[in-house]
T-cell receptor, first 110, second 114 residues
Framework: LAKTTQPISMDSYEGQEVNITCSHN???????ITWYQQFPSQGPRFIIQ???TKVTNEVASLFIPADRKSSTLSLPRVSLSDTAVYYC???????????FGAGTRLFVKA | EPEVTQTPSHQVTQMGQEVILRCVPI?????FYWYRQILGQKVEFLVS????????KSEIFDDQFSVERPDGSNFTLKIRSTKLEDSAMYFC????????????FGPGTRLTVL
């Protein structure tokens, strides 16, 4: 399974766009990139998944360059309630073992 | 919206006692998982379960742990003889496709071993 590297923490202000980058240099051909959000004392919540280029949903966008060795989760106009830990996961959709890294702790200030 | 439920929300037990943590996955899901998260640390995979058998387990999931799907709705994690270091939040998750597809997590059971 590909190892992922993310910043440990990030600060932002309400209304700003936040971009969290994840490095996954040894990503395999059949690996997908998945992002989860976790609030304190809650289970992780799926945000978005992609394989290449750009994926957008109502919550976020995911940008994946052509070499797929990194990915960027973009959160538009964050609010205080977006303060959470964000995890980047890389692995094959056909596998059974899901590995979470340390995640990025995002703190949104007023 | 369907959701994964877990009971109890908090379990306190004495070291050496057996505990059973219960989960009700989303009804049409086929893949089930248990994770744990020690306070302040990352989410750790314990085990995945599909087609009534364990698909994969981590090195944490030793002989003290077992999982069961006793009926069509419940999915349980049993810890046979709890240790102090088993104190953690335990999350159940389910999905309609395997692993790196979207998993739906329950609210967790906080296990405290005294």
């Amino acid at each position: 399974l590909a190892k992922t590297t993310q910043p440990i923490s990030m600060d932002s202000y309400e209304g700003q766009e936040v971009n969290i980058t994840c490095s996954h240099n040894n990503i395999a051909t059949n690996d997908y990139i998945t992002w989860y959000q976790q609030f304190p004392s809650q289970g992780p919540r799926f945000i978005i998944q992609g394989y290449k280029t750009k994926v957008t949903n109502e919550v976020a966008s995911l940008f994946i360059p052509a070499d797929r060795k990194s990915s960027t989760l973009s959160l538009p106009r964050v609010s205080l309630s977006d303060t959470a830990v964000y995890y980047c996961l890389v692995g094959p959709t056909g596998g059974f073992k899901t590995i979470f890294g340390a995640g990025t702790r995002l703190f949104v200030k007023a | 919206e369907p959701e994964v439920t877990q009971t109890p929300s908090h379990q306190v037990t004495q070291m050496g006692q057996e505990v059973i943590l219960r989960c009700v996955p989303i009804s049409n899901h086929l893949y089930f998982y248990w994770y744990r998260q020690i306070l302040g640390q990352k989410v750790e995979f314990l085990v995945s379960f599909y087609n009534n058998e364990i698909s994969e387990k981590s090195e944490i999931f030793d002989d003290q742990f077992s999982v069961e799907r006793p009926d069509g709705s419940n999915f349980t994690l049993k810890i046979r003889s709890t240790k102090l270091e088993d104190s953690a939040m335990y999350f159940c998750a389910s999905s309609d496709r395997s692993s790196y597809n979207e998993q739906f997590f329950g609210p967790g059971t906080r296990l405290t071993v005294l």
